[in-house]
C-alpha cells in the first residue's frame, strides 16, 4: 500500500463546477496535511495547509480532514480554467527523524473545460 | 522576499560526467529539502537537512548522489557520475519550523538532461 495515495485522474470538469480531489495515507499518526499546486513544467506551489480535523476554507479552496478515517480532501468551488493543473496531496509523517519530512502522493491532473 | 533559488536552471551533460544542483534557501528556514520529479516515480524526497545537518538521506538513490550544506544559505546536490536514468527535474525546498505545520517552499527547479 502507498504512503499517500490520490483518486486516480486525469479529473475534467466544466468551468464554474466544484472539483473534487481526494487523499488517503496510510500513517494513523500523521499531523500536517498540504495541497499544492503544480502547473506543467512549473514547481510545486502551496495551496492549502490543514491539521485538525474539519474544513478550512481559503477563497475558492476548501480542505477537508478526517483523520479517523485517513482522508484528506480539497475542493475547488467555481473552476476555472485557470485551475487546470496537478493537484500533490502531502502528509508530513513525524516522530523520531521524520519530523518535517513529507510524503507526496502521485497527483491528480484536474482539467476545467470552458 | 526571494523565494528559493535554484542553478542551473537546465543542465545538459553526458553519461559520466559528474553534476552539481545548487541550492539557495529562503533566508530563515531551518530545513532544506532536495527532491527529485519525474513522471514514472512522481516526487521523491532524496535528502534533507535541519539547521545544515543530514537528517535523513534514505532517499539517496546510490553512492553517486551526495549532498552538502556548509551554511545556512547554500546547498548542493552533486551527482557523479551521472548516468541517463538520473534525467528528471530536481527541486529544493525550505521551510522554517513553526510547529507543528511544515509548510514547504519551492524553488523552481533544475531540469537535468543525461544523454
Known amino acids: 500500500q502507498k504512503e499517500v495515495e490520490q483518486n486516480s485522474g486525469p479529473l475534467s470538469v466544466p468551468e464554474g463546477a466544484i472539483a473534487s480531489l481526494n487523499c488517503t495515507y496510510s500513517?494513523?499518526?500523521?499531523?500536517?496535511f498540504f495541497w499544492y499546486r503544480q502547473y506543467s513544467g512549473k514547481s510545486p506551489e502551496l495551496i492549502m495547509s490543514?491539521?485538525?480535523?474539519g474544513d478550512k476554507e481559503d477563497g475558492r479552496f476548501t480542505a477537508q480532514l478526517n483523520k479517523a478515517s485517513q482522508y484528506v480532501s480539497l475542493l475547488i468551488r467555481d473552476s476555472q480554467p485557470s485551475d487546470s493543473a496537478t493537484y500533490l496531496c502531502?502528509?508530513?509523517?513525524?516522530?523520531?527523524?521524520?519530523?518535517?519530512?513529507?510524503?507526496f502522493g502521485q497527483g491528480t491532473i484536474l482539467t476545467v473545460h470552458p | 522576499d526571494a523565494g528559493v533559488i535554484q542553478s542551473p536552471r537546465h543542465e545538459v551533460t553526458e553519461m559520466g560526467q559528474e553534476v552539481t544542483l545548487r541550492c539557495k534557501p529562503i533566508?530563515?528556514?531551518?530545513?532544506l529539502f532536495w527532491y527529485r520529479q519525474t513522471m514514472m516515480r512522481g516526487l521523491e524526497l532524496l535528502i534533507y537537512?535541519?539547521?545544515?545537518?543530514?537528517?535523513?538521506d534514505s532517499g539517496m538513490p546510490e553512492d553517486r548522489f551526495s549532498a552538502k550544506m556548509p551554511n545556512a544559505s547554500f546547498s548542493t546536490l552533486k551527482i557523479q557520475p551521472s548516468e541517463p536514468r538520473d534525467s528528471a527535474v530536481y527541486f529544493c525546498?525550505?521551510?522554517?519550523?513553526?510547529?507543528?505545520?511544515?509548510?514547504?517552499?519551492f524553488g523552481p527547479g533544475t531540469r537535468l538532461t543525461v544523454l
Open positions: 525546498a525550505s521551510s522554517p519550523r513553526t510547529g507543528m505545520v511544515n509548510e514547504q517552499f
Open positions: 500513517d494513523r499518526v500523521s499531523q500536517s
Open positions: 490543514i491539521y485538525s480535523n
Open positions: 502531502a502528509v508530513n509523517m513525524i516522530g523520531g527523524t521524520s519530523y518535517g519530512k513529507l510524503t
Open positions: 533566508s530563515g528556514h531551518d530545513y
Open positions: 537537512f535541519n539547521n545544515n545537518v543530514p537528517i535523513d
